[in-house]
């Protein structure tokens, strides 16, 4: 079954406040670490699937998905670009210097819906969940968000900003863009805040306070398989 899933740094956890509760329901990046970039080996780029993303206000991003090094997470997020599920989510955690990540929300999350959009959740293509991957978390990488269980990601997917080497290992990289660095820069460093809502979790809705949220609301309006 699906976790409800968040987006804040690991071994910093949301709180949930009910009933004196917190839950561990976090579709989460680690926190940012200094780059140490080495080597890259057996990096397979071959047969790339090119994919545009396209915003509600009209910037474009273009990226490479990589199937030869991680299949499953490129077939998942294919599945989801085909069934048109990233058509109107937001990018809803927004790190300057780290990450932007999305795929999860829409934007009823402004109004306090914390509840993320379901999907069923995949193997975590990494190495330390059995897979070798030496894609490495270098500046507009594409990686898949999870919880702190290896096989928890779904839909929730994110770009990187900077190299971060503390990433490589323990999330599923499957691809780079290939156009829109631009995009990504003004995205990472623009305002962010605090956002107040709700989600339910096990039938019981809890209080919440998401981070780092983009301070206007930055929409997908689609994202495209092109040749």
């Known amino acids: 079954m699906n976790t409800i899933l968040s987006f804040i740094l690991a071994l910093t956890m949301f709180s949930v406040s009910g009933c004196g509760a917190k839950k561990d329901t976090t579709e989460n990046t680690p926190t940012p670490a200094p780059s140490a ?24 991003m273009k990226a490479d998905l990589y199937p030869n090094i991680a299949p499953i997470s490129v077939e998942n997020f ?11 989510m937001i990018f809803h955690r927004c790190i300057d210097g780290f990450m932007i990540q999305g795929g999860g929300y829409d934007k009823t999350f402004y109004d306090g819906n914390f509840n993320q959009k379901e999907t069923a959740s995949i193997k975590g293509e990494f190495k330390q969940n059995g897979v070798e991957n030496n894609l490495k978390h270098t500046r507009g990488v594409l990686s898949m968000a999870r ?41 990472a460093s623009g305002e962010t805040k605090d956002l107040e809502g709700q989600m339910t979790y096990q ?15 930055i929409v997908i309006k689609t994202i495209e398989i092109v040749k």
């Open 37 to 60: 970039q080495t080597a890259v080996l057996d990096v397979d780029k071959s047969d790339p699937v090119h994919i545009k993303i396209v915003l509600e206000d009209g910037r474009e």
């Open 78 to 88: 294919v599945k989801l670009v085909n069934e048109k599920f990233y058509d109107g």
């Open 147 to 187: 919880t702190q269980a290896p096989d928890s990601a779904t839909s929730q997917f994110f770009i990187m900003h900077k190299d971060t080497a503390s990433l490589d290992g323990q999330y599923a990289a499957f691809g780079e863009l290939t156009d829109g660095f631009d995009v990504l820069d003004e995205i």
């Open 203 to 217: 039938g019981q809705e809890y209080d919440q306070t998401m981070n780092d949220v983009p301070a206007n609301p």
